[in-house]
């Protein structure tokens, strides 16, 4: 199958400071690179579509201001948590559309956020 | 708006003791419904894709079936590394964003 990496796996950041999230696709240019954000037993939550070279997409009720994502190229998105609180704190995971003829998405192995 | 219900919402399975998880959605044209495990701290793991009703898929110990409005994992004589929480997702025709379900926590004993 193929591998999408996140990094890091965990951050610890104080309250009102930025934290950066990366997300890879290892062996496949992704195109559009999905952001999800997941509660303690709660399922994924889209949070936003990020496509290469143009503005990610939203989903309702999420602040495009706070949670800043930028897709520079076929192989990289970040997501930036901006002045971070402790209602911030989540596992955030994303995935990758590979191109082709199947329309599966590969998630990578999430990030922890605990914002204090 | 897709919506997509997983039940049970817990499985407790002895070691051998097949069962079957359900998947039920709404979805205004679907292209593709997924199955993924996912391992607690991990992010999910991919497991099938089912594109039209009637279809079926197998992997080891699962099968997926999917018919107009549910889709069915079955698990043939679970192990204890079987045990996961199984997650259902739809994707529309018209987007590839994918709309989850709660997901089913399978735990089996040996």
């Known amino acids: 199958g193929a591998v999408v990496s996140q990094h890091p796996s965990w951050v610890i950041c104080k309250s009102g400071t930025s934290v950066k999230i990366e997300c890879r696709s290892l062996?496949?240019?992704?195109?559009?690179m999905f952001w999800y954000r997941q509660f303690p037993k709660q399922s994924l939550m889209l949070m936003a579509t990020?496509?290469?070279?143009?503005?990610?997409?939203?989903e309702q009720g999420v602040e495009k201001d706070k949670f800043l994502i930028n897709h520079a190229s076929l192989t990289l998105s970040t997501l930036t948590v901006t002045s971070a609180h402790p209602e911030d704190s989540s596992f955030y995971i994303c995935?990758?559309?590979?191109?082709?003829?199947?329309?599966?998405?590969?998630f990578g192995p999430g990030t922890r956020l605990t914002v204090t | 708006e897709d919506q997509v219900t997983q039940s049970p919402e817990a499985l407790r399975l002895q070691e051998g003791e097949s069962s079957s998880l359900n998947c039920s959605y709404t979805?205004?044209?679907?292209?593709?419904l997924f199955w993924y495990r996912q391992d607690p701290g991990k992010g999910p793991e991919f497991l099938f894709t089912?594109?039209?009703a009637g279809e079926e898929k197998e992997k080891e110990r699962l099968k997926a079936t999917l018919t107009k409005k549910e889709s069915f994992l079955h698990i043939t004589a679970p192990k204890p590394e079987d045990s996961a929480t199984y997650l259902c997702?739809?994707?529309?025709?018209?987007?590839?964003?994918?709309?989850f379900g709660a997901g089913t926590t399978v735990t089996v004993r040996a």
């Open positions: 995935s990758a559309h590979r191109p082709g003829n199947s329309y599966e998405q590969y």
């Open positions: 062996d496949f240019q992704a195109t559009t």
């Open positions: 990020s496509n290469e070279g143009s503005k990610a997409t939203y």
């Open positions: 979805v205004s044209g679907l292209r593709g």
């Open positions: 089912l594109y039209s």
């Open positions: 997702a739809v994707q529309a025709r018209n987007d590839y964003k994918l709309s």
